[in-house]
T-cell receptor
């Protein structure tokens, strides 16, 4: 079946450090890929998305590239801030499906 | 701003006492979803509506029901909450616009069953 695997957290970084959160997927077909962010006590916010191979999603300094050859959608940011501390979920959806399949989430903690 | 609104934000109920959670949207989206998210876990889809068509996930307990009286509102009813139903409940909406089916989430209702 379709699934998403994320690196386990927590990931602890100092402010201005480089961030990578790994995400790989398994899918029968060509999924759309998403990163959602969840701040403490809040719902999920769409961070970025990509719909086809080699697409790059970007928002608020975060980027992720849809890599079909490695079935990956790793999240990166060049310089993290304390306010980026949150849980990040990688997710996929298939054409004609309404179901979002989430990874287990990765908690990011950024220290001043 | 167009948005997804959930009420209440926090709800405490007793074991076995029915509870209703509310979701409304100003996005005019066709599809509305309910997710359950337990502590430190990913959201789990309970069911969704496409317009008035109800779609239940196979592993959603019978204890969970939903109503969608109109496009804007959707309710989650838990008929006899158990301690294991303590969780964050997330409502989301989407609308079919070609390839991407992006879901927009509300802030969630945190339910505590005592």
């Amino acid at each position: 079946g379709n699934s998403v695997t994320q690196m386990e957290g927590p990931v602890t970084l100092s402010e201005e450090a480089f961030l990578t959160i790994n995400c790989t997927y398994t899918a029968t077909g060509y999924p759309s890929l998403f990163w959602y962010v969840q701040y403490p006590g809040e719902g999920l916010q769409l961070l970025l998305k990509a719909t086809k191979a080699d697409d790059k999603g970007s928002n608020k300094g975060f980027e992720a590239t849809y890599r079909k050859e490695t079935t990956s959608f790793h999240l990166e940011k060049g310089s993290v801030q304390v306010s980026d501390s949150a849980v990040y979920f990688c997710a996929l959806t298939m054409d004609s499906s309404y179901k979002l399949i989430f990874g287990s989430g990765t908690r990011l903690l950024v220290r001043p | 701003d167009a948005m997804v609104i959930q009420n209440p934000r926090y709800q405490v109920t007793q074991f076995g006492k029915p509870v209703t959670l509310s979701c409304s949207q100003t996005l005019n989206h066709n599809v509305m979803y309910w997710y359950q998210q337990k502590s430190s876990q990913a959201p789990k889809l309970l069911f969704h509506y496409y317009d008035k068509d109800f779609n239940n996930e196979a592993d959603t307990p019978d204890n969970f029901q939903s109503r969608r009286p109109n496009t804007s509102f959707c309710f989650l009813d838990i008929r006899s909450p158990g301690l294991g139903d303590t969780a964050m409940y997330l409502c989301a909406t989407s609308t079919p616009t070609g390839i991407i089916e992006t879901q927009y989430f509300g802030p969630g209702t945190r339910l505590l069953v005592l």
